[in-house]
């Protein structure tokens, strides 16, 4: 079975930095498109980054980027999400995902992803 387990999540004032891990089991990542989404109380989840693991490329979105990092150690079945310079708009619960594909395309939405993890809470206080 896929197993993906969040976690590093926490209270931080804004300039701050986080880094998320979601370990992942039962999958390798060559074949998976594997990322974040987070979810916002009242609010879509979106689609955060995401990584292509068997070429490297990488997609965030807008609202993150020069700010946030998403790296895999391939070898520890282990994906990350460095986030610098938090802001109040970041508070969510961010869920690490997996998709069979060998691209993000299905970031778009996140009906088209296959496998979640529980959910880290991210929460960052002015």
């Known amino acids: 079975d896929v197993q993906l387990q969040a976690s590093g999540g926490g209270l931080v004032q804004a300039g701050g930095s986080l880094r998320l891990s979601c370990a992942a089991s039962g999958l390798s990542f060559d074949d998976y498109a594997i990322g974040w989404f987070r979810q916002a109380p009242g609010k879509e989840r979106e689609a955060v980054s995401c990584?292509?693991?068997?070429?490297?490329?990488?997609y965030y979105v807008s609202s993150v980027k020069g700010r946030f990092t998403i790296s895999s150690d391939n070898n520890k079945n282990t994906l990350y999400l460095q986030m610098n310079s938090l802001k109040p708009e970041d508070t969510a619960v961010y869920y690490c995902s997996a998709d069979h594909s060998p691209s993000c395309s299905d970031y778009v939405s996140p009906n088209w992803i296959d496998y979640w993890g529980q959910g880290t809470q991210v929460t960052v206080s002015s």
């Open positions: 990584i292509t693991s068997s070429d490297g490329r990488v």
